[in-house]
């Protein structure tokens, strides 16, 4: 009877354990959850909340489906790649509910980041999937990589009421080529993650010795499908006599000693983790001696009925602080799906003509948006009809406030009757302008059709979990089908 009692008290005293151990499971699970995620299948946005405070943290563009289910799901699973229905791929895929997954533009290849379907990645923002929800890569790595399982995933009809972070903007990429990369994916192989400088250069210049020269004043550093690393610049200096590199924040430098000054510039992705860096060297040369002149009197200026506030504010404007904008085109009609360069020619100069247009600001508000947005590349893509605004600002130190000046351009359709009038009207000016020169041939207008979107810089290497080298791919080796509901589970 001892022995049959002292096992059934054992037999208890298990259960109770396991039961413990799954309850700290689950415990442990809900506590590392640090967001929840919902998503407005109207707007096509999904936002993300802190789980503590309900305050929203960040938002993505997303493409749901009308079949995209509605309700409160928690996610049971993920995948690193996935196939899809087509067969095509999607790259971090987070499970939602049933076939239902938070996943990434869809690829022709599996595990080859570089055949990414570029129709469809321009389709984000739109109601276009089988169910699923797609997201740019860099959003989908992030719910992949910083929400656990068990996350909480609210999917709901609403208004861009519901959206308190706004709708998200993302750039169109060209369609000259059927696929390529992601131009947010963060693999280092990713040809848009290049790294460029602006203001600067690798070189060695000769200067006399106590000149003046800029260290950080009008560089700025991005990658090639525009995100903007400035602030990331690391600065260090060598002097002459020196051993070791100083760092240094300062916006210029003047040469007082005889030698070379080595100036190194290192930005750092921490994005993808990539590193670009410039060296700019300085050989200075003694000054010239130069004779100076015997000074002549000058008559002192006639000062009666001048304000000495208004000569305060005069010498405001001489030490360099009066903004003004160059290069901003005037507000006008454009085509839709045309491209225009909305910051490359832009300069910002103060009064002493210097040119600050590192402060210099973009925001963009497109149609059907409520709030602006900051725009950080250069060619902006008319994809939607209506009225773009655009805000250039820049930073006045004497008023303490952003001098601003707004552009509107209109997109607009245009229709085929338009083009047929334009032809006529550009044949009849072309006849009456041969008739009144005489002995002047006349030369038929060619029409060129315009790309409105810049070229890819081509396929790059492989994702590293793809196998194998990357091959060509024909036009018609995978359908355009939607990458949504799976065909196979893992």
Known sequence: MTKKRYAFKMSIALVVFV???????????????????????????????????????????????????????????????????????????????????????????????????????????????????????????????????????????????????????????????????????PNKSNPYNKISYSGVTTSTKTVEQGTKVKVLKGVSAKTQWGRNLTSKIKVTVKKPGQAKYASTKASTMTLTKAGTYTIVYNVTDAVTGLSKKVTVKYNTKAKKPTSTPKPTPTPKPDTDGVDKDDEKEDNIIDEGYEIRFEGIKESCDVEYMSELDIKTNIKVYNGADEDVSDTLEIRLKGPGMDDYSKFEGEMLLFDMVGEYTIYYKAWNPVEKKYIEEKVTYNSIEKSEGDSETEREENSETEGEESSEIEGEESSEAEEGDVNSEGGNSGLGEGDADSEGENSEIKEDAKPEEDGELEVKEE
């Open 19 to 185: 039961m413990c151990l799954c309850m700290v499971k689950v415990e442990d699970v809900e506590a590392a959850s640090k967001y929840y995620i919902k998503v407005n299948k109207r707007t096509n946005v999904a936002t993300v909340y802190l789980t503590k405070t309900n305050k929203p943290y960040k938002a993505f563009l997303v493409s749901c489906g009308n079949a995209t289910p509605t309700g409160t799901f928690y996610t049971p699973a993920k995948y690193r790649w996935r196939t899809l229905v087509g067969p095509v791929y999607g790259q971090y895929c987070t499970r939602i509910t049933g076939s239902i997954l938070f996943h990434s533009v869809w690829y022709y290849q599996n595990g080859k980041s570089n055949t990414l379907s570029y129709k469809e990645y321009n389709k984000l923002g739109t109601t276009c999937s089988h169910g699923c929800v797609r997201l740019n890569v860099e959003s989908a790595k992030w719910i992949y990589d910083n929400c656990p399982l068990k996350t909480k995933v609210i999917i709901f009809n609403g208004t861009s009421k519901n959206d308190p972070l706004g709708r998200p903007y993302v750039k169109k990429v060209s369609t000259k080529q059927k696929m390529g990369w992601d131009p947010t994916d």
